[in-house]
């Protein structure tokens, strides 16, 4: 009876995520925005009945979560409004067709699309943005909805550790760098690895991803120009991971993208397809115009997050304008608009909000509303566009409002707290082996979270801790902490939800989250092989 008691801290912190797993893959499956809801509440329960955590410091949590929602809800709202804007003037169509005459073979335009391109945007926003521009093109081309999400969500995953200019890897390691525990070259031997464990993934989870939209047959018959493709962006993603923790994304999506539309131009590797209409001679101008609105969000979406240029500085500058007391919580406001709830119910708790740097304003509504005007879409078009967005974000809102809830009640409690005691646990579990589990550690803080970054504030110091006890090399384990949070955005609910409301792909996270969970227990393997070759190289020195 003892053990049992010892053990249930740990059996009742992993039954909620069960039950969600449950709710969601069931042959009857809840939808998202009703079982992420009501387990968020059962947790509320569990934490006040049986873990005793203070009432009001739940609450407190519970508003830090309503606030963190505006984060990803702004994100889809934008990537949705800027998909019906592209389709109301006619963008996607002529990208559509541009793309059939560079070659209209199905498996170079989902690499360029779903893979390189994607890749790139990655590297320059994150925030599950590849995901949400490049899903409604490939289906835009003729893919199935379902489909392309399952395949985005599975490409969405290499390029992460140093998606968003680096953000997982330098500010997610940040706190154990503020604390004297690692130094800028710690970091930099961190994302060495990191980049390494992600290159060699590379030779198998994009064939993977394509499997579930395409056949065998037709993976072998384009294998050529799939691995010319994979390398275009990898190659010079592991070379700059060698010397910096900032851009291998960004640049290896860049480099990939201009060589993979310039190898399917010439067909270099792909069977020859006949496309099965016409396609009709599109000008430079059309596709120059087409693609418009896409140059001009890369290039807002590069110019605000590159440190050196200034102005992602100016865009985080929390410098207060101005604050006001409600009593309940400060409300601040900065230079930068971002909008602070402090000391929410006098609890300590606090929650803000970047106006201006969350790829949501700026770049995807700004976009929006300049092409609207410059493509003279009327009155009537453009208002259809702002309705039909506003309605496909209220079942998303509901669901990420239970998923942010969920994570904020599943963290209090400190050492405590729900997600460490699962952490501890495996850790304890595994001992010396925890290599080769430690990723799955870092996939589960992203599926909790729906963010690298976050699975490695959280789980940073617990694997530099778990690494230190069992005598494992710190920066290998913590390299498996930030690649088990890349390939966990597979299975992460946020980024389900968000390209499903996307493509508007109703009650079916749990569907996809069946088929992820194989693709990115497949990276977990290749993660766990790769560390005991790291493993055995620093012995063997």
Known sequence: MEAFNQQLPLVLSIFPVVLLIWLMVKKNSVPSYIALP????????????????????????????????????????GAIFFNRMMEATGCINVIRQWLGNINPNPVAQLMIIGW??????????????????????????????????????????????FGAVGTPTWFGFGELKKSGILSDADILAIGKETGLIHFVAGFIIPVLALRFITTW???????????????????????????????????????????????????????????????????????????????????????????QLGIKGLLN???????????????????????????????GVSESYKTLYVPAFIPFVITVWLSLIFFRVSFRDSFKVYYTTLGQTIKPLLALFGALVMVKFMMVGGDNSMVKTIGNSFAQIAGTNWAYFASYLGAIGAFF?????????????????????????????????????????????????AVCSVLDVQNQEGAIIKKTAIPMFIYGVIAAIMAAIFIAFKVAA
């Open 38 to 77: 009501g387990v968020a509440f059962f947790i509320y329960l569990l934490q006040i009945f049986y873990f005793k955590n203070d009432f009001m410091m739940l609450n407190a949590n519970a508003a830090a979560g309503v606030v963190a929602t505006l984060t990803p809800i702004t994100v889809i709202f």
């Open 116 to 161: 390189a391109f994607a890749f790139m945007i990655e590297g320059a926003s994150g925030f599950g943005t590849p995901a949400a521009i490049a899903a409604p093109i490939l289906v835009g081309l003729g893919f199935k909805p379902m489909q392309v999400a399952v395949f985005a969500l599975i490409m969405n995953s290499v390029p992460v550790s």
């Open 217 to 307: 047959a037709e993976i072998r018959k384009n294998i050529g120009f799939i691995y010319l493709s994979i390398l275009a962006c990898t190659i010079p993603y592991l070379l700059l991971a060698q010397v910096n923790y900032e851009f291998p994304s960004l640049v290896g999506g860049g480099i990939g993208l201009l060589l993979s539309v310039f190898l399917a131009n010439k067909g270099v590797g792909l069977a020859k397809t006949e496309s099965a209409e016409a396609q009709a001679k599109l000008t430079t101008g059309q596709v120059l115009k087409a693609l418009a609105p896409l140059g001009l969000l890369m290039l807002i979406l590069i110019v605000t997050r590159i440190q």
């Open 317 to 347: 500058d929390a410098t207060p304008l101005f604050a006001i007391n409600f009593g309940i919580f400060d409300f601040e406001v900065s230079r930068a608009l971002i909008l602070s709830f402090k000391n929410i119910f006098g609890q």
């Open 449 to 497: 979270s729906g963010s690298n970054t976050v699975s490695n504030l959280t789980f940073g110091s617990i694997q530099h801790s778990i690494a230190t006890q069992v005598h494992l090399p710190t920066d290998t384990v913590l390299a498996l902490q930030s690649v088990g949070g890349a390939m966990g955005n597979m299975v992460c609910i946020n980024n389900i939800i």
